[in-house]
């Protein structure tokens, strides 16, 4: 009531573009400026340039902007993005890029809810409710609009002439700085998001009609299958925001793979991931395209891995406990975990990994024909690590018990992390105990990879999904393990000793493809022996011939395709 009763006060229209443009860029691009100043350090000079060509071309933009019944609109929208972006810009170390906006598109109210904390909603009262309302409560001058219009473009003329005349003369250094630092722009608010945004929508607009093409229509089960007398389940877990470095398979100074060392798994020690979030590096995993070929079209417009494996007579089923598979079991048997509402393990729309194990029992003592079983784990993900592992797996502490990460050290962050992947371990173990179970029954095997990895807090960066180009290794080394049961082996010739001697050799997500088919024996021209990373271990058919089939992959790709032959692995 004190505000209604205090006399609004007259601004122009003009004044209210420069109040705003200072705000925008002194409050909202904490993190910009910071990386800024880190990126032009060797030349002052330039980056003052460079800063100022900025402010005005900003002020530029929201003079233009200068109109009756659309200013208002348009300074309050650009308030709100640019103080909910610097929110996790600044607390997080993210960059919102295209890619940032198709993870948010795609995140599930159970897995938003982790981020609307309290210090969320703090922030968004203070820089975005708090400036809204000022631009609201603000009277504005407005003139006819003819006139308006010439004196809008008599400042937005010469602001863009001498913002150009800024840059051009620090051209080299702040072209060099844009060209090497493709990050700096990206976290400039309120653009790098709105752009992000629409890059996203036009996209998404594109492949609204997109016609899937057909991808192995030649693909059949080899004669090892046959020959095997049981039916051969392999179960691929697609793991969820692990990072090699904290196994200590790969040297971790913690025992987080306690149970998987005790079985005496196969593990890869240098597997790199094709993308930084899921929303990427899932589809990616399961298509034919190897990293440096993929796209997001290329994925949505090209049949995967688990319709070829159907196409073969393999039986292919996917069972999430995560947002979904990205499509990837739109044509197969699938099935969410998250929507066992009396489950123990559940609370919340969230399920613990455990989940599996139950109906996993179930399917493979019931098994008849050789399968392919999808789990797709929660996992690592964060920021919510306590809420991924049972209390009796919280052997590291302190751990971190919020998911607002600024409130904890970086040593209680890696602590509750770590108890996710001593999880993880303990899933994993029981997946491949299952199969032990049940070898009476079946020949099994299972081959677990990470998504993509996380950030910590090293160099001030969390969680996930920075440009695959600037990404720290902590986003992308994966976790890369197989286990093999006796009948399996038996089945389908597997050299034990032959793979062990292979684990240091550089795996990718490249190889997950190849590498299931020829796990099923999946015999068709789009399966590449040489990125099988299993291959050169398996043995030999009657005859000498391999038991699997290799042929070039680019016959019996899709028009719209190009050749999946990557570089040397």
Known sequence: MILLRIRRPEIGGIALSAVVTAYLLLVTNRSFWTHAFAYFDDSAVALVSFGAALCLLTFAGLTLACVRYVMKPVLIFLILVSASASYFIDTFGVIIDKDMIGNAAATTQAEASHLLTLSLAV????????????????????????????????????????????????????????????????????????????RYATSTYKERNIVVQALGTDARLGARIAAAGKPVVVVVVAGETARAMNFSLNGYGRETNPELKALGVVNYTDTTSCGTATAISLPCMFSVYPREEYSDWKARSTENLMNVLTRAGVSATWWDNNTGSKGIADLISFASMTNQKNSPLCKDGECLDEIFLGELDKKLGATTKSSVIVLHQLGSHGPSYYLRYPEKFRRFTPDCRTPELMNCSVAEITNAYDNTILYTDHVLASVARLLEKHQDRVAGAMIYMSDHGE?????????????????????????????????????????????????????????????????????????????????????????????????????DLPANAMSTKPGAL
Not at 138 to 146: G, T
Not at 482 to 506: E, H, I, K, N
Not at 509 to 537: I, P, Q, W
């Open 123 to 198: 922030h968004l009262f203070v820089y975005a409710l708090l400036p809204s309302l000022f631009v609201v409560w603000v009277k504005v001058r407005h003139r006819r609009f003819m006139r308006n219009a010439a004196i809008n473009f008599a400042v937005i003329i010469p602001c863009l002439l001498i913002s150009g005349a800024l840059v051009y003369s620090n051209f080299a250094s702040v072209a060099f700085v844009i060209r090497e630092h493709k990050d700096l722009m990206k976290r400039f608010n309120p653009t790098g998001p709105v752009s992000a945004a629409v």
């Open 455 to 555: 950030s910590l807090g090293e160099n001030g960066i969390y969680l996930h999904g920075a440009p695959y180009a600037i990404a720290p290794r902590e986003q992308t080394q994966v976790p890369f393990i197989a286990w093999f049961s006796t009948p399996y082996q038996a089945a389908m010739g597997v050299d034990p000793a032959c793979l062990a001697r292979d684990t240091s050799q550089p795996k990718s997500h490249d190889n997950l493809f190849h590498t299931v088919l020829g796990m099923m024996n999946v015999e068709s021209k789009v399966y590449e022996r040489d990125l099988d990373a299993f291959a050169k271990c398996t043995g030999k058919m009657p005859g000498g011939e391999p038991a699997f089939q290799s042929a070039d992959t680019a016959k």
